[in-house]
């Protein structure tokens, strides 16, 4: 069942946090996991260690080669537990749809930084402008379209939240950049626990 909707971003569930030396466990998965698709040859899940009790969490895999996007893909909805899940957004963020043109190439691999965004339970909110710009990520879902941005999507272009929401429609979802102020749109928001290469 759907959550209730809520006023503001007050009842947003507080994140279970993951210790910066997992976070550096799950980046060595995701590396592992990406050159295996670049290079060939499997890819490591188990590093010799066991891992810590987690529960089930979304994440999204970014790939940038310096400022420039190579491929960003993630699930709210994990069938795994989070290094697997890591593991296969990895090899999903490699062969991202918007770059099956210029595949990331071996040569580009020592380049490549990745960054992970572990989400939050989203939390569906009845004002769609009650979100904090640059810290809760959003995500839409209107008819059969859903999009979603990550917090950091749109802090260099100086948006405001009119704007965040407008491009999620447009860019994201291939509606009308109205289309969030509909009541039929479902505005959910959530927060990350970021950790980069």
Do not use: Y
Request: net charge positive.
């Amino acid at each position: 069942r759907p959550p209730s909707p809520r006023p503001s971003c007050e009842g947003i569930p507080i994140m279970e946090t993951i210790g910066e030396e997992t976070g550096a466990r799950l980046l060595r998965v995701a590396r592992s996991a990406i050159q295996a698709v670049v290079l060939g040859g499997p890819d490591a899940l188990v590093d010799g260690q066991d891992w810590p009790a987690m529960t089930r969490r979304g994440i999204f895999v970014t790939l940038r080669k310096s400022a420039r996007l190579r491929g960003c893909i993630g699930t709210f909805s994990p069938l795994s537990d989070l290094p697997q899940t890591v593991a296969e957004m990895a090899r999903a963020a490699t062969r991202d749809p918007r770059f099956t043109a210029t595949p990331i190439g071996a040569g580009e691999l020592p380049d490549i930084r990745i960054e992970l965004s572990v989400l939050s339970p989203l939390e569906r909110i009845a004002d769609p402008l009650s979100f904090e710009l640059g810290r809760h990520g959003v995500k839409i879902r209107h008819g059969l379209a859903t999009g979603c941005f990550l917090p950091d999507v749109g802090a260099n272009l100086g948006w405001n939240k009119k704007t965040f929401l407008s491009e999620l429609c447009r860019q994201k979802m291939g509606l009308s950049p109205d289309a969030w102020r509909d009541e039929q749109a479902e505005v959910s928001v959530f927060t990350v626990q970021k950790f980069t290469e």
